[in-house]
C-alpha cells in the first residue's frame, strides 16, 4: 500500500491536498496519475511520448510536474519505464524504443529542477509492485508477472522481494529460446508475444504487415476460422513452454499474465488446458491468474515505489 500518514496531515495550510505524482512512460504514450498519500488514484491523463531529443522528454515530465503543483502538495515522484533500469542510481540503461534515453541519469537530471524526492523503476517491475500492493499478488512471497505484448516482459518476486539480477535484466523472460530446432534459435519475443500471433495472422490472411489487427479480432475469429484455430494453437504451445520453464526456475507460488490480451477470458483457460496435457506440469503445477491491473498497472506501481522511498526517509 502506498504511504499512509495521519488523517489531520492530508491538508496543508492553503487546503492543498499530500499527493504523489506518478508517470508511466510508454513508447507511445506517457500516462500520468496523481495519487493521494494512501494510494487513491486522483487524476489520470496521458500525452504522446517525445521521441526527438531527450530535452523534450524532461520539459514534458516537468510541465505536468508544474501543473500539479498548482492544485497539490507533492510528496514525490515516481517513474516506471521501459528497458534495464537502475533504481540506485536511478538510471535507464536502456529504455525500450525511447533511444535518446539511453544510459541517461533520469532521476539526476530531473532533480536539477525539482526537489522532491523521485523514484524509477522497470514498467514490468512496477506492475508487481503493483499486484502484491493492491492486486493479486496479496500474501504472496513468491510469484512471477509475465506480460504478453509487443514482446514478453517479466518481473520476478522472491521472497516478497523484487530480483532484479546482477545487472538489473532479471525477469526479460522473452529472450528465452523456445524453439531450438532451427538456427538461429527462436526467443519467446518471436513466437509467443502478441506480436507473433498477429504476424501469424496477416500471413495467413494475406494481409500486409502494415496493416493494423487487433488481437482480439483474432481471438474472436478462432473460434469460427479453422485456420486462425491452428495458428492460435501453436501459439499458446510456444507460450505454454515458456510458462512451463519459467515455473521450473522459481518454482513460485503463482504466475500472474499481463498485457491487453490476457485480458480475453478464454486464454487462461485455454494456456491451462495447454499446460495438462504435459504430464511433467504435474510436478511443477503452479496458479495461473490474470493480473488485476492492465492500463494502469505502471501508475499503481510507481505509486508504491515512490511512497515507500518516501516513508524510509521519514523513517531514517
Not at 124 to 136: D, K, M, P
Amino acid at each position: 500500500m502506498c504511504w499512509e500518514k495521519n488523517i489531520a496531515s492530508h491538508f496543508l495550510k492553503g487546503g492543498k491536498y499530500m499527493a504523489f505524482i506518478c508517470f508511466d512512460v510508454g513508447g507511445t504514450a506517457i500516462k500520468q496519475g496523481i495519487f493521494s498519500v494512501e494510494g487513491e488514484l486522483l487524476e489520470k491523463d496521458e500525452f504522446p511520448t517525445p521521441h526527438n531529443d531527450k530535452e523534450s522528454f524532461y520539459q514534458s515530465i516537468l510541465n505536468v510536474i508544474e501543473e500539479y503543483e498548482r492544485t497539490y502538495e507533492i510528496q514525490g515522484i515516481g517513474l516506471s519505464m521501459p528497458g534495464f533500469i537502475d533504481p540506485n542510481e536511478g538510471k535507464a540503461i536502456t529504455a525500450g524504443a525511447l533511444y535518446t534515453l539511453y544510459e541517461e541519469k533520469i532521476v539526476e537530471v530531473l532533480q536539477q529542477n525539482i526537489s522532491y524526492p523521485i523514484a524509477i523503476e522497470n514498467d514490468a517491475n512496477c506492475a508487481a509492485l503493483a499486484e502484491q500492493a493492491t492486486g493479486h499478488a496479496q500474501e504472496t512471497a513468491n510469484f512471477l508477472l509475465i506480460t504478453i505484448g509487443t514482446g514478453i516482459g517479466g518481473a520476478i518476486v522472491l521472497n516478497n522481494e523484487l530480483f532484479r539480477g546482477n545487472t538489473f535484466r532479471a525477469g526479460e523472460f522473452g529472450l528465452m529460446h523456445i524453439d531450438v530446432a532451427n538456427h538461429p534459435f527462436m526467443t519467446a519475443h518471436e513466437l509467443a508475444s502478441t506480436s507473433a500471433l498477429v504476424r501469424n495472422y496477416k500471413e495467413y490472411k494475406g494481409l500486409t504487415p502494415e496493416t493494423v489487427v487487433d488481437a482480439r479480432v483474432i481471438m474472436q475469429e478462432k473460434e469460427i476460422d479453422s485456420g486462425v484455430q491452428e495458428l492460435f494453437e501453436q501459439w499458446i504451445t510456444y507460450l505454454a513452454a515458456l510458462i512451463f520453464n519459467s515455473s521450473t526456475f522459481f518454482n513460485p507460488e503463482k504466475i500472474l499474465l499481463g498485457g491487453g490480451i490476457s485480458a480475453d477470458e478464454t486464454l487462461t483457460p485455454t494456456l491451462i488446458k495447454q499446460l495438462e496435457k504435459d504430464n511433467s506440469w504435474q510436478e511443477m503445477k503452479t496458479i495461473i491468474q490474470n493480473c488485476k491491473y492492465y492500463n494502469e498497472a505502471g501508475l499503481r506501481g510507481a505509486c508504491v515505489l515512490i511512497s515507500e522511498k518516501v516513508k524510509r526517509n521519514h523513517e531514517a
